[in-house]
């Protein structure tokens, strides 16, 4: 009779299911899954933070298109990790947390770090349970890949107790899961019929994407769907929504649109639910989800404005529209709703910082754009508050991580790590605030252990600006307190932990200091003096 370990029967079911690498940081609970990884070739890539952990899944999750998988230990840190799965929720991102648990016998009697883990991470997932058998260990990791790959994409948990793990059970016994079967509903062809011709007999026509679609793939789908239809297709995944400085003067265009089409964005906040002023009175809506609650709220918000709406996903329905559409928009509207969105005060080209040994934000991100543009694979990240706007509306690229519409910061970092895992040759760039950096910045440790070079482009303007510019606006210039932060040498701190740091307090010097961190081929941090500056706002002129 041959048995197996549930953590083997845990390990094995990653690797039957495609997935080579986990992101971890160990935990008593959890040292049977270390054990188990070294018979299965699994790669164990260590972190400093469990939410640096769920970052790294989650990036893993939105670049790949795969599952990215976390593995946390039981009560601490999994609440560490928990509030990472926020930023992946909103992301969209398909990734799953698997955490060690006090043991089942242990259950109300007070054990090790229990915790009531499933509970605490259900607001933030789209599943979350604890497995109860050894035997259907491996169904139940199956199961939550198969809940995050499947619909809109988003994080699953499962909390393993360390009994399950430890037991041993025949193998004849294991309940294996299918590999990847994931469920997934298209758009029938009468109701992309129907949009199509709603769409044809619409003056000023906009798609909205939601940011499962901010992939490589899902940019060169809406490019397509653009393309057959005539509609401009427009991600969003800024929690800066309209604002979102990467789409230009897009208040100017969406105000103006008669028709908006949700191609899987929700109708949230975001899209100050295609209401108020920042919209035409007599907007209509069309509503394609995976995700039959959405579709139920945009109804529930829109009523007879709301043209159609039907549950099918995102990927497909674009696809299945692009196929099908057999007239293109008027063409004036698409040209006048590019010239918008590509729109960029001409005085971004020439402004310079008027603080001696600071840059203005739009300075540092002329002299880092032909580096982004070198190579077509470039990953660019943006994190943090008010410097990374800029950086988002000045670096066009291909394929690009934000943190995303619930707005949290300090992800950036573990997101270049696991961008760097998966493209190993382009350059890979993180543009971050100094109130950001803070967050993670222990994983260069990481990212020099495990041999992982990008550039961390950080703005430092000594504070929380993003903050700041609230208190200024709201509270008046002389009650702004409370986010002010050191003009700290962030550059050293990555030296230190053997990296390469660079110190630039002049325009000049900067394009010296990016070459030379991209040719040290070391995770590098560029700590850029710069002055506080609030994000841009592009208005037609
Ligand atoms: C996890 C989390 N904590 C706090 C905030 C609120 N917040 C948003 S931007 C910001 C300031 C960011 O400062 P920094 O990284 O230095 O960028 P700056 O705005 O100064 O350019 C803060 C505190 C948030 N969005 N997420
Ligand atoms: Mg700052």
Redesign the pocket.
């Known amino acids: 009779m041959t048995t197996l370990r549930g953590a083997d029967i845990v390990v094995q079911t990653l690797s039957r299911l495609g997935a080579s690498r986990i992101f971890t940081l160990s935990g008593n609970h959890i040292m049977s899954i270390f054990d188990a990884a070294l018979d299965a070739g699994l790669d164990l890539v260590h972190v400093r933070h469990e939410a640096a952990a769920v970052h790294m899944a989650d990036a893993h999750g939105r670049l790949t298109g795969q599952p990215g998988i976390a593995l946390v230990t039981g009560g601490p840190g999994h609440a560490n990790a928990v509030g990472a799965l926020f930023t992946a929720l909103g992301a969209e991102s398909p990734m799953v947390l698997l955490s060690g648990h006090a043991a089942t016998w242990e259950f109300g009697r007070g054990g090790f770090q229990e915790l009531r883990q499933a509970d605490m991470a259900k607001p933030v997932t789209k599943a979350s349970w604890t497995a109860t058998a050894t035997e259907t260990l491996g169904h139940d990791v199956g199961e939550a890949i198969r809940i995050a790959m499947s619909g809109r994409p988003g994080p699953v948990h499962v909390s393993l107790p360390s009994d399950l793990l430890d037991a041993r059970v025949d193998e004849s016994a294991v309940a294996w899961p299918e590999p990847a079967a994931h469920s997934h509903v298209s758009l029938a062809a009468p109701a992309a019929d129907h949009i199509l011709d709603a769409i044809a007999g619409a003056a000023r026509p906009l798609i909205l994407a939601g940011p499962q679609l901010s992939s490589v793939a899902g940019r060169a789908m809406l490019e397509k769907l653009e393309a057959a239809t005539g509609v401009p297709a427009v991600i969003m995944e800024s929690p800066r929504g309209i604002a979102d400085a990467t789409l230009g003067a897009f208040p100017d265009l969406i105000r103006r649109a008669d028709l908006i089409v949700l191609l899987g964005k929700a109708l949230d906040f975001t899209t100050k639910w295609a209401a108020g002023p920042a919209y035409d009175p007599d907007v209509r809506v069309i509503a394609i989800d995976p995700d039959e609650a959405l579709v139920a709220r945009a109804r529930k918000e829109k009523g007879e404005r709301l043209l159609f709406g039907c549950v099918a996903d995102s990927m497909s329905a674009g696809e299945t529209l692009a196929a099908r559409a057999a007239k293109t928009a008027p063409p004036g509207w698409h040209a006048a709703a590019r010239a918008a969105l590509d729109n960029r005060p001409a005085a971004w080209r020439s402004v310079v910082s008027q603080a001696a040994g600071r840059l203005h934000p739009a300075e540092v991100f002329r002299a880092l754009r032909p580096f982004v543009e070198r190579d077509p694979d470039t990953v660019l990240i943006c994190d943090?508050?008010?410097?990374?706007q800029w950086g988002q509306s000045m670096l066009p690229v291909r394929r690009r991580l934000i943190n995303g519409v619930t707005?949290?910061?300090?992800s950036g970092l573990s997101f270049a790590l696991a961008a760097r895992m998966i493209e190993r040759r382009a350059p890979v760039f993180a543009v971050?605030?100094?109130?950001?950096i803070g967050f993670h910045i222990s994983e260069f440790e990481t990212a020099v252990r495990r041999g992982l070079p990008f550039v961390a482009i950080l703005?430092n303007?000594a504070?929380?600006?993003?903050?700041s510019e609230i208190q200024r606006r709201d509270y008046g210039a002389n009650r702004m307190h409370g986010c002010e932060?050191l003009p700290a040498r962030y550059d050293l701190v990555v030296a230190a932990l053997g990296g390469h740091g660079e110190h630039v307090e002049s325009a000049a010097d900067l394009p010296a200091a990016i070459e030379r961190a991209l040719a040290s081929g070391k995770p590098s941090c560029i700590n850029v003096m710069i002055e506080?500056t609030a994000a841009p706002a592009i208005r037609l002129g």
């Open positions: 943090g508050g008010e410097f990374a707005g949290s910061i300090g971050l605030g100094d109130g950001t703005g303007d504070r929380w600006n993003a903050e932060l506080s």
